[in-house]
């Protein structure tokens, strides 16, 4: 089936550690995103792709890093730096043209706890 | 910077009536997307609708609908016949097609929609 997959849908992170949440699509789209969402919040953009080998800042990029060595992965790596990593993490994707090209899709989650 | 506002933090509806989201909007630009999306417990997000800015017509998507009044800058989303399947978190966005800042969506904090059996 064609979509956006996450994984892992629940992990937990000790104080210190660096962890990456994955996220593959094979939808063909060029863009893809990573957001985060906090309980009784919207989400925020932490960084987003247009192309590959190339990436931006969203709103609450710090402690966040990316990549996107191809064009059907984008995986988002929590660094210790992030002070408050505990939340929902939701990554996207969208074609440039046509026209679907200015809606996004969402995979399912990850849930990241901090423990 | 563009802002989306969902007044309502929560809605209670009754199976088979109609219920109205609020959401307004604060943009500079002339030319953008709008979207509701929904929520389900499953936290999938999960497309209701969508609105190009330079259409006058309102969407439409089965029992779906919106209002968009451009000058008013709202975007109100109408459910008709509600069923116990919308319960969910209704979140309103914004896209930007004017190039300028970070691409994505701008997004409100939700309103929580209850379906009363």
């Known amino acids: 089936d064609g979509g956006i997959t996450q994984s892992p849908k629940y992990l937990f992170r000790k104080e210190g550690q660096n962890v990456t949440l994955s996220c593959e699509q094979n939808?063909?789209?060029?863009?893809m995103y990573w957001y985060r969402q906090d309980p009784g919040q919207g989400l925020r953009l932490i960084y987003y792709s247009q192309i590959v080998n190339d990436f931006q800042k969203g709103d609450i990029a710090e402690g966040y890093s990316v990549s996107r060595e191809k064009k059907e992965s984008f995986p988002l790596t929590v660094t210790s730096a992030q002070k408050n990593p505990t939340a929902f993490y939701l990554c996207?994707?969208?074609?440039?043209?046509?026209?679907?090209?200015?809606?996004?899709?969402f995979g399912e989650g990850s849930w990241l706890t901090v423990v | 910077a563009q802002t989306v506002t969902q007044s309502q933090p929560e809605m209670s509806v009754q199976e088979a009536e109609t219920v109205t989201l609020s959401c307004t909007y604060d943009?500079?630009?002339?030319?953008?997307?709008l979207f509701w999306y929904k929520q389900p417990p499953s936290r999938q997000m999960i497309l209701v609708i969508r609105?190009?800015?330079?259409?006058?017509q309102n969407a439409t998507e089965n029992r779906f609908s919106v209002n968009f009044q451009k000058a008013a800058k709202s975007f109100s989303l109408k459910i008709s016949d509600s069923q116990l399947g919308d319960a969910a978190m209704y979140f309103c966005?914004?896209?930007?097609?004017?190039?300028?800042?970070?691409?994505?969506?701008?997004f409100g904090k939700g309103t929580h929609l209850i379906i009363q059996p």
């Open positions: 609105q190009e800015a330079y259409k006058q």
């Open positions: 943009t500079s630009e002339s030319d953008y997307y």
């Open positions: 996207a994707s969208r074609h440039h043209t046509g026209n679907s090209g200015n809606t996004i899709y």
């Open positions: 939808l063909n789209h060029d863009a």
């Open positions: 966005a914004y896209r930007s097609l004017s190039g300028g800042g970070a691409d994505g969506l701008t």
